[in-house]
């Protein structure tokens, strides 16, 4: 049913939970799983003047990257680290669909009930809205 699985990363703790489902829907489906991390580009300043910038948070978030890619290559997953830039959630989104991702398998946080209208905003809940496949968020 799914054949390639998109696993967004801010390489917090609440992502080995969704990595962990992402593997087993992988090894069920027989389909890859592509680790994308977004770095947060600033904006109105040009690219340019924050280049070694930029290259340092590439570089620190590729070497990150290495465990949960080795987690999945381990267990037989084909795996696809990516680094892309821009605003997290807009860049998720086009990744997917730019890439025929079928499945988006992410981390959200939980919020009470009484916290229900501050959680509208969150990353996970506009790739939830806009991603144009299904979207799993493991809390």
């Not at 978030?61 to 959630?89: H, I, T």
């Not at 079928?102 to 939830?128: F, N, Q, R």
């Amino acid at each position: 049913m799914f054949h390639r699985i998109l696993a967004p990363l801010d390489f917090t703790q609440k992502n080995f939970r969704a990595l962990e489902i992402a593997r087993q829907i992988a090894l069920q489906n027989k389909a890859s799983v592509v680790l994308l991390h977004v770095i947060e580009t600033v904006e109105h300043i040009p690219d340019e003047e924050l280049k070694g910038f930029y290259e340092k948070l590439e570089a620190t978030a590729r070497e990150r990257m290495r465990l949960p890619a080795s987690m999945m290559l381990e267990r037989d997953v084909c795996v696809d680290p990516e680094v892309v830039y821009g605003r997290r959630a807009e860049e998720i989104v086009r990744y997917a669909t730019a890439n025929d991702v079928d499945l988006i398998v992410m981390s959200s946080h939980k919020i009470g009930a009484e916290e229900a209208g501050h959680g509208w905003a969150t990353i996970s809940y506009k790739v939830a809205v806009l991603a144009q496949c299904p979207v799993l968020l493991v809390k």
